[in-house]
């Protein structure tokens, strides 16, 4: 199987998701959602139903279900990520114990602010503001 380059960002998505998540304890809708609309360019609920798919165990049968059958989940790219992601989790837990309790919360301040920009800039572009 040749690996595409769709393939590749699943699998840096998935391992980013992870060790940000080993690091900083967030999951999909802070990493994977938005990393799928914005560099893949999944609709938002085709992005939020794959983050679902990715997430199923801890978060429920039932909004994946919902979201399947509206045709907005990817189970290609769930499995690809969450594979992916089990690896990073375990990466991102090694440095997070690596470093002290203020600097983990520098980082995360300085990583969600910055999401928080990205995420804000990007909608105002779309809306056609600026």
Known sequence: M?????????LLIGLAAGVLSGIFG??????????????????MHKATGTSLAVLL?????AAVLEYYRHGHVDMRA???????A????GI??????????????LLFGLFVTGM???LIFGALRRLGWI
């Not at 165990?57 to 049968?61: C, H, N, R």
Request: net charge positive; proline share 7%.
């Open 2 to 10: 040749l690996i595409t380059g769709s393939f590749v960002l699943l």
């Open 26 to 43: 967030i999951g999909g809708g802070v990493i994977i959602v938005p990393a799928l609309v914005y560099i893949l360019h999944f609709s």
């Open 57 to 61: 165990p801890p978060i429920g049968l």
């Open 78 to 84: 769930a499995v690809v990520i969450a594979l992916a």
């Open 86 to 89: 089990i690896i990073g989790a």
């Open 92 to 105: 991102g837990a090694v440095v997070a114990n690596r470093l002290s309790g203020p600097v983990l919360r």
């Open 116 to 118: 928080g920009v990205y």
